[in-house]
Structures are given as C-alpha cells and as structure tokens.
C-alpha cells in the first residue's frame, strides 16, 4: 500500500521555524520526485518545493517564488523521507501542507494534477 505521511506542522510565530516531514512508503522512493504543497481554503493547491533524483543520483530542487531563500527541501533516500525546512515563516504560509509523488524526474515545480500520490496533509498556522 502507498502512504505518503506527512508531520511536523503547527502554530509558529511570524519569523519562526518549522520542519515538515514527509515518509513514504510502498513504491520505489528514489525514483520519484517529491513535492510539497500548499493550500488555503477557498483557493487552489499550489506547488511550493520538489526534489527529484536524476540516473546519476544527482539531486535537483525547485522552489516556488514566494518561498525561495526561506524554505529548504532535501530528501533522505535511506529513510524515504523527504523534509521542507521553513524558515522566516510569514503569516501569509499559513495553509494545510500537502506531500505528493509522482514518478521521474519533473524539471521545475510539478503541478497538481501529474502527481501519482498524495498525503493527508499537515496544517501550518503562522500568528503575525
């Protein structure tokens, strides 16, 4: 069975960190690329990160703009879990924080509907 769990969410501070995780299982890990994404009530689900891992076992990551130089993505093949570190959070970031995999390597933020799998999500509150 595949599950896509995601942890680490919460209530932060403006200015304060949290550390998403998301641990997979039931599909071969590293030939996947992994997103995050978020999504707010009453708006549509955007890409906020992904890590994909090319043939040579290079890493490439993508950020979406409104995080770049905040949030941190990185993968841990040998535990098939895959971490957004969040930094300088923004009230604006909060939003229920989704996992999602989709196989190959996806050049750029994937969109929604080309992921194979999802998690449940993981709720992030940031208080101004």
């Known amino acids: 069975e595949v599950q896509l769990v995601e942890s680490g969410g919460g209530l932060v501070q403006a200015g304060g960190s949290l550390r998403l995780s998301c641990a997979a299982s039931?599909?071969?890990?590293?030939?996947?690329?992994i997103g995050w994404f978020r999504q707010v009530p009453g708006k549509a689900r955007e890409g906020v990160s992904s890590v994909s891992r090319g043939s040579r076992g290079e890493t490439s990551t993508y950020y979406g703009g409104s995080v770049k130089g905040r949030f941190t993505i990185s993968r841990d093949n040998a535990k098939n879990t895959v971490y957004l570190q969040m930094n300088s959070l923004k009230p604006e970031d909060t939003a229920v924080y989704y996992c999602?995999?989709?196989?190959?390597?996806?050049?750029?933020?994937?969109?929604?509907?080309?992921?194979?799998?999802w998690g449940k999500g993981t709720l992030v509150t940031v208080s101004s």
């Open positions: 999602a995999a989709v196989r190959g390597v996806v050049v750029g933020l994937p969109i929604t509907r080309v992921m194979d799998y």
């Open positions: 039931g599909f071969t890990f590293d030939a996947y690329t």
